[in-house]
């Protein structure tokens, strides 16, 4: 039998009064069936009181359209693919994508672009105290071992396995795009001029493009999602690693993890959520 376990917890950090974060995390767990998570972070910014409203709204949006998956369904549904949906299935070298995966992704895909149809929305309406406004959002959907990775911005989600901790997902910011051309180094890209400037979010624009990958998971893995908040602070991925492993709970490692973020300086509001799955035998009757 697989578990899944989520704890998360946002913090305005040392520097900020308003804490323009959110995050949200729901679990499905049954008996006769996979269990069902949703976690997301969000990183709202721009206008007065804007950030805030637009990751509100981000959240709201994406909760909302992804609702429909915690609720009982027909298991005689099918699955009808366009051309290019199989075509990408069918010619995935890696293995990782497979014809199950299409229905899934392709929801997330639709919840993010509801969601800044939203956030743009609310900037229309609003242009005296949400102009620029907008969202990153981070957002993984995991059902049993199969857990399926989106992101729009610069908030990130890591893989944490047997001690190593690895990125999933690519900023979209102007650094990311210079450390991928070679033209500065990742430490260099902390204090670059442009650092914390992003190429992609919710509301900036009409369209949105996000990247959605599905991932293999295993029993231990544990999925941390966070804004820039954690990670520009502490940027040791090994110190990252332990602080998970060595907490005696998630709700335990979240709260140090936010800790440590605010030691370093607390420069921006953090928000650290984590999932983690584990295999429990089943209880014979």
């Given amino acids: 039998m697989i578990h899944i376990e989520i704890a998360a917890w946002s913090d305005p950090g040392r520097e900020r009064p308003l804490n323009e974060d959110r995050v949200f995390y729901q679990v499905l767990q049954v008996s006769d069936a996979d269990p069902l998570a949703l976690c997301v972070v969000a990183d709202g910014m721009g206008g007065h009181l804007g950030g805030e409203v637009a990751s509100h709204w981000a959240i709201e949006t994406l909760k909302r359209e992804l609702s429909d998956l915690f609720l009982p369904t027909d298991p005689r549904q099918t699955v009808q693919m366009t051309g290019a949906e199989m075509r990408a299935v069918v010619s995935a070298s890696d293995g990782k994508a497979r014809p199950s995966d299409v229905a899934l992704m392709r929801l997330m895909r639709k919840a993010i672009e509801r969601a800044n ?13 949400a102009m620029g406004a907008g969202s990153t959002a981070t957002m993984a959907l995991v059902k049993g071992t ?10 990130r989600t890591y893989l944490l396995r047997q001690g190593q901790l690895v990125q999933l997902t690519q900023d979209h910011s102007v650094v990311a795009e210079l450390v991928d051309a070679g033209r500065v180094t990742v ?9 914390g400037l992003i190429t992609r979010c919710l ?12 991932f293999a998971l295993e029993p231990g893995d544990c999925l941390l999602l966070c804004s820039d908040g954690l990670w520009s602070m502490v940027r040791d991925l090994e110190t990252i690693a332990d602080t998970i492993d060595s907490a005696l709970t998630l709700d335990r490692a979240v709260r140090e993890l936010v800790d440590a973020a605010n030691r370093a300086g607390g420069q ?13 035998p089943d209880i014979p009757i």
């Fill in 117 to 129: 149809q939203a956030v743009r929305q609310y900037t229309f309406h609003r242009p005296q105290e």
């Fill in 146 to 155: 199969r857990a399926y990775v989106a992101n729009v911005g610069d908030s």
């Fill in 187 to 195: 430490e260099e890209s902390f204090s670059h001029p442009k650092a």
């Fill in 203 to 214: 509301g900036c624009l009409d369209q949105v493009e996000p990247d959605i990958e599905p």
């Fill in 268 to 280: 921006d509001n953090i928000s650290v959520a984590l999932l983690k799955i584990t295999s429990k």
